[in-house]
C-alpha cells in the first residue's frame, strides 16, 4: 500500500509551488465487559489521503477515502482548484509556503502486541476484572474495558519530504457506579487517563491487575462520605486531575492558533498574548512546563508532527516564566514567535491545527509525605469528573471523583463531590509545592476537542501531584 | 450513492453463508469547510468520506467492523470480503450475546432532501463580503449527508439530505463578539443578508464599556441557544434507559420524584421535526415524537434494543447512546418581543458555553457565559457583561426559579463536525429565570 501511494502521488501532482499528502489508517478494537456480559465487539480500520497544495499565496485540501488512482487525481485536482480560489483571501502566511522537507520514521515501543493475547483470552481478561468490580449489591453499574489503535501515516511533499510513523496505543477502563437511594457515585481508574502508546506490557505498569477491588471498594466507599467542605485551602492535586489542570488552563492558553484568534467562535481565545511570551510571569517558580513529544511511550509521543516538522523537547515555562507558546510552522511564520512541532490533525480527513502533544509539567523536590505534611487545613482531590473554562482559558471549575480532608499535615476522612475553582492567570502562581519524579504519573487522554471542522486529538500529561494555597473549593448541592 | 450502497449490500448477501445474518449502516459524506479568520480564510477544502459498518450475526453470535469504502465497487469488494472474513474468524472466541436484538420486521423508506447550495468558493467569497469591515471568524460547512441501514432480511432505509451550515462570530473586540448561524437546504443570500444585519445591530450594542457582575444571584433570560447548551447536558444519560436503571442518571432525583421540574416544562424527542434519520443501527424506526418530560415530570424514557433485551421492555428505536436527536422542549407564554420588558433588571444571556455537571446526582451543572451577554435595565440593555460563571441545579432553572418560557421557539441545528457533519438539532423556547447563581 506504502510503496504503491508513494507512486501514485508523484503521478497525481498538480503544478504548483507545493503539494503534500497525508496517508492515514488507523484500525482500532474495543472490548468491553459490562456487567458481566460482554459487549459487541467493535473493529474498525480508517483509510484515507488529505492532499494539501499551497500555490502563490492559496491554500487548500482535499481529503478522500477513495485511493484509487482516480480518486487521488480528483483530490489533488480539487485541492489546486481551492488554492487557485483561495489567492488574495487566505491569511497571509501562505505567501511564503511554510513547508517541511524532513525524511524520517518513528514507531511506539512494543514489548508484548496486541496480537500475542488471543481475542478469547482478552475477553476472559476483562470478564475477570469486571467480576472483581461486582463486590455489593450496591454496585449498580460497573464495567472493564481495552481500547486498542494500531495507526500508520505518511507523509510526502512535493519538495522531498517523506515521514513514515506507526503508532501503537493502549486505553484501560474500568468503571464502577455505587447507588443509595437518590446518590450516585462513581469511580473509575484514573477516568481512563492511564493510556499510553505500547502493547499489553502497559497493563502491568499502570497496576490495571490490582485496580478493580480498590475502584470498587472507593465508589461504595463515597457513598458514606461527608460532601467536600466549603472555603479557602491548601489543595493538592493528584497526578490523575493535575492532567486536567495542565491541559485546560496551561495547554489550551498557549496555542497558538488560539492566541492569534482561529478558534474564537468555536473552542475559545485565550488570555495569553504574544507580547506576554518571554516576559509573563505564569506561576511562582516551581512551575516548568515541557512539551515532550520524544518522551517514550507517552500518548502523544512522535517524531515528526502532521506537517513533518521535527519534534524536540521545549520548555514552555522555565521557573514560573512563559517562555514558549505551542505553534506550529504556520502559526510561527504568522506571528513571528518560536514555537514547536505541533501541527496535529485527528486523521486524515481534517487539516493539521496546532495541538498539544505531550505536555508535562517537570517533577520538583517534595515527597508526597512532604507536600501533605505541609498542609494545616485543606483537601487532597483525586481523578477528574467534571471540567469547565471560560472560552479565554482563565476562569476555571473543576470536579474530582473523590477527596480526603486533610489536618495537620494528616490525610483524613474520604469526602464526596470536591471540586474547586479559580483562575488561570492567578491559581499557578500560588503552586507552593511539587512532588519529586517517584511521585510523577505518565497519563493522557484520548479526547481533546478542538477545531473548524471539529477534531478529537489524543495528548499525554505527566504529573507529580501538587499543592497549591488559597483555592476556593467546596462540595455537593 | 444510494444506488451504490444497494450495490455494497448486494455483495454483502453474497459473502453470507450458513444461517448467517448481517445489519449494515451506511454513513458519509461530500463536504466542503471553509474557515475564517479576521475575515481571511484559513483553511478551505472538501472532504469526501463513506463508511460501512457491518454487525455479522449468527445465532446470538455477532460483532461488527467498520470499514472506510472507496466508493468504487473494485476496490471495496475485497475490503468487504476481508472484513467478513475476520469477523467469521472472530465469532469461535464470542459467547452468546444476551442482549442482541435487532429490527426482524421493520420497513424500508427513503427520504432524499435535495438542496440549493451554492458553489463552496462562492459560499466563501459571500462570507467575506458579509463581513467586510468586520472581524469575522467561523465555519462554512455544506454538502450532501448520507445514511443507510440495510438487513439480510431485506430491509432497505436510505436518508440523505444536501445542507449547509455557517457558523460565526463578529468580534468588536477580546472576549466581546456577537455568535450567529445560517444553516438550511437552500441557501439565499438575502436570509444571509438580514443575519448579517441583525448581528451588526448587536455587535453595536457591545460598544459600550463593559460591566463586571459580582458573584450573586440574578434574574437573567437565556436566549433558545443558551438554553440549548443546559438541555445539551441533560442529554448526558438524563434520558437514558439504561442510565436510569443503573441509577447513573443526572435525572435521578426526577425519576425517583424526590425533584421535580416546573409544570409548564415538557420535553420530547421529536424525530418527525428534527433533520436526522428516523432508523438507527439496529434496524429501528424511531416513533415520530416521544414525550421524555411531561408537566415537569419523567415521562419515559430512550430505550435501544440492547437495554430492551436487558431489562424486558420495548425499544423506542433509541440508538446505543439512549440521547437525543432531535430534543425540543414547549413553548411558553412569555412574547420574545416582551422578553427586555420582563427581565426589567437583569442579564440576558445570548450564549452558555463548556456546562458540566458540578453534582450530578442533584443534576446541578457549571458553565460560563460566553459571546454577546447584557446587563438590562428597565427593560433596556444597558451595557454588556464581562464573562461570569453559573453554578446551579436545572431543577431550580427548569423548576422553581422559572418564571417563563418564550411563546416563540427556535430549531437550532447542530453546527458539530466530530467524525462527520451532524444532524441532530433542537428546538427550544428562551427562558426568563429567577435567582441564576452566578459564581465567579
Known amino acids: 500500500m506504502i510503496s504503491e501511494l508513494e507512486a501514485r502521488f ?22 468491553e465487559v459490562r456487567r458481566g456480559v460482554l459487549q459487541p465487539v467493535e473493529r474498525s480500520e480508517d483509510v484515507g489521503v488529505m492532499f494539501t497544495v499551497i500555490d502563490h499565496g492559496g491554500v487548500g485540501y482535499a481529503a478522500t477515502s477513495d485511493l484509487t488512482p482516480s480518486g487521488l487525481s480528483a483530490a489533488a485536482r480539487r485541492a489546486a482548484e481551492w488554492a487557485r480560489a483561495t489567492r488574495t483571501r487566505a491569511i497571509s502566511a501562505f505567501a511564503n509556503p511554510p513547508t517541511a522537507s524532513h525524511v524520517g520514521s518513528y514507531a511506539s515501543p512494543v514489548e508484548r502486541p496486541w496480537a500475542s493475547l488471543a481475542l478469547g483470552d482478552k475477553i476472559g481478561l476483562l470478564s475477570r476484572e469486571c467480576a472483581r468490580l461486582a463486590v455489593d449489591d450496591a454496585i449498580v453499574d460497573w464495567s472493564a474495558g ?27 477502563e474500568l468503571r464502577a457506579s455505587a447507588n443509595r437511594g437518590d446518590e450516585t457515585q462513581t469511580r473509575t481508574f484514573a477516568a481512563g487517563q492511564h493510556c499510553r502508546q505500547g502493547g499489553l506490557e502497559i497493563l502491568d505498569e499502570v497496576g490495571y491487575f490490582a485496580a478493580a477491588p480498590r475502584v470498587a471498594a472507593e465508589a461504595l466507599e463515597l457513598l458514606d462520605a461527608p460532601d467536600c467542605p466549603s472555603g479557602v485551602m491548601d489543595l493538592i492535586l493528584a497526578p490523575d486531575q493535575m492532567i486536567l489542570q495542565i491541559h485546560e488552563s496551561i495547554g489550551h492558553p498557549l496555542e497558538l492558533d488560539r492566541i492569534l484568534g482561529d478558534e474564537r467562535n468555536y473552542a475559545g481565545r485565550s488570555f495569553v498574548t504574544p507580547d506576554m511570551i518571554g516576559s509573563y ?64 490533525a485527528t486523521s486524515w480527513n481534517r487539516a493539521p491545527i496546532d495541538r498539544m502533544a505531550n ?22 482531590m483525586e ?37 474547586y475553582r479559580g483562575v488561570s492567570a492567578t491559581f499557578w502562581r500560588n503552586l507552593a509545592g511539587v512532588g519529586d519524579a517517584s511521585t510523577v504519573e505518565v497519563l493522557g487522554t484520548p479526547y481533546c476537542g478542538k477545531g473548524e471542522p471539529n477534531q478529537t486529538i489524543r495528548v499525554g500529561h505527566a504529573s507529580p501531584p501538587c499543592r497549591f494555597t488559597g483555592v476556593d473549593v467546596f462540595g455537593g448541592a | ?83 467478513i472474513e475476520e469477523l467469521r474468524a472472530t465469532r469461535p472466541f464470542l459467547p452468546e450475546d444476551p442482549h442482541l436484538l ?173 433533520v436526522a434519520p428516523n432508523f438507527q443501527e439496529e434496524g429501528f424506526i424511531r416513533p415520530d415524537r416521544v414525550m421524555l418530560v411531561e408537566h415537569g415530570q419523567l415521562a419515559s424514557c430512550l430505550v435501544s434494543p440492547r437495554s430492551a433485551a436487558e431489562y424486558g421492555v420495548a425499544t423506542n428505536g433509541a440508538s446505543a447512546s439512549e440521547a437525543p436527536t432531535s430534543i425540543e422542549l414547549d413553548a411558553g407564554g412569555l412574547p420574545t418581543d416582551d422578553v427586555l420588558a420582563r427581565l426589567g433588571s437583569g442579564l440576558f444571556v445570548s450564549n452558555l458555553w463548556y456546562c458540566n455537571f458540578s453534582d450530578r446526582s442533584a443534576c446541578r451543572a457549571t458553565g460560563m457565559t460566553r459571546f454577546a451577554t447584557f446587563w438590562v435595565e428597565n427593560g433596556e440593555l444597558a451595557a454588556p457583561v464581562n464573562v461570569m460563571r453559573f453554578d446551579e441545579t436545572i431543577y431550580r432553572v427548569l423548576g422553581d426559579n422559572l418564571v417563563d418560557l418564550t411563546s416563540e421557539r427556535e430549531l437550532i441545528l447542530d453546527a458539530q463536525t466530530y467524525d462527520g457533519r451532524s444532524v441532530h438539532s433542537a428546538r427550544l423556547p428562551g427562558a426568563l429565570v429567577d435567582d441564576f447563581t452566578l459564581t465567579l
Open chain 2, 102 to 274: 435487532y429490527a426482524e420486521n421493520a420497513p424500508s423508506s427513503e427520504r432524499v432532501q435535495r438542496g440549493e447550495l451554492p458553489d463552496g468558493a462562492a459560499a466563501a467569497n459571500a462570507v467575506q463580503a458579509m463581513g467586510a469591515g468586520h472581524d469575522l471568524v467561523g465555519v462554512y460547512a455544506a454538502g450532501p449527508i448520507y445514511s443507510g441501514f440495510a438487513s439480510s432480511l431485506g430491509q432497505r432505509n436510505w436518508h440523505s439530505a444536501e445542507s449547509f451550515h455557517l457558523d460565526w462570530s463578529l468580534y468588536r473586540e477580546t472576549d466581546r463578539a456577537v455568535k450567529s448561524s445560517y444553516a438550511g437546504f437552500a441557501w439565499r443570500a438575502d436570509e444571509l443578508d438580514k443575519k448579517a444585519r441583525r448581528a451588526e445591530a448587536q455587535l453595536a450594542a457591545l460598544a459600550r464599556p463593559p460591566r463586571t457582575l459580582k458573584p450573586g444571584h440574578y434574574r437573567v433570560f437565556l436566549t433558545p441557544a443558551a438554553l440549548g447548551e443546559l438541555v445539551e447536558i441533560l442529554s448526558w444519560g438524563g434520558f437514558s434507559f439504561r442510565a436510569m436503571r443503573t441509577k447513573t442518571t443526572p435525572l435521578i432525583r426526577l425519576a425517583e420524584e424526590k425533584a421535580r421540574l416546573h409544570p409548564s416544562v415538557a420535553i420530547a424527542e421529536n424525530v418527525s421535526g428534527g
Open chain 1, 383 to 419: 481523578t477528574n469528573c467534571s471540567w469547565s473554562i471560560d472560552d479565554s482559558r482563565n476562569k476555571f471549575q473543576f470536579g474530582c471523583e473523590r477527596a480526603r480532608l486533610i489536618r495537620d499535615g494528616e490525610l483524613g476522612p474520604v469526602l464526596k463531590n470536591p471540586n
Open chain 1, 281 to 344: 510571569r505564569y506561576g511562582s517558580e516551581l512551575l516548568n512546563v515541557t512539551f515532550d513529544p520524544t518522551r517514550p511511550g507517552e500518548l502523544a509521543s512522535y517524531a515528526f508532527d502532521d506537517v513533518g516538522q521535527p519534534a524536540t523537547r521545549e520548555l514552555l515555562i522555565q521557573d514560573g516564566l512563559l517562555v514558549r507558546s505551542l505553534g506550529g510552522l504556520t502559526s510561527q511564520v504568522r506571528s513571528g514567535l518560536p514555537g514547536v512541532a505541533n501541527s496535529r
Open chain 1, 146 to 172: 481495552l481500547w486498542h489503535v494500531d495507526s500508520e501515516t505518511l507523509h510526502l511533499t512535493t519538495n522531498g519530504g517523506r515521514v513514515h510513523q506507526a503508532l501503537e496505543i493502549l486505553v484501560p
Open chain 1, 359 to 380: 505536555l508535562n509539567l517537570e517533577p520538583g523536590t517534595s515527597t508526597f509525605a512532604e507536600l501533605v505534611g505541609a498542609v494545616e487545613s485543606g483537601v487532597y
Open chain 1, 10 to 31: 508523484r503521478d497525481v501532482i498538480p503544478s504548483v509551488q507545493f503539494c503534500s499528502l497525508r496517508f492515514v489508517r488507523e484500525r482500532q478494537e474495543h472490548l
Open chain 2, 1 to 83: 450513492m444510494q444506488a451504490y450502497f444497494h450495490d455494497l449490500v448486494g455483495e454483502l448477501e453474497k459473502l453470507l453463508t450458513g444461517d448467517e445474518r448481517f445489519l449494515a449502516s451506511f454513513a458519509g459524506e461530500d463536504s466542503d469547510f471553509v474557515r475564517f479568520n479576521r475575515g481571511e480564510i484559513r483553511q478551505a477544502g472538501t472532504v469526501s468520506q463513506r463508511y460501512l459498518e457491518v454487525d455479522l450475526i449468527e445465532g446470538r453470535r455477532h460483532s461488527s467492523s467498520e470499514i472506510t469504502l472507496a466508493g468504487d465497487l473494485a476496490t471495496d469488494r475485497p475490503r468487504l470480503r476481508h472484513a
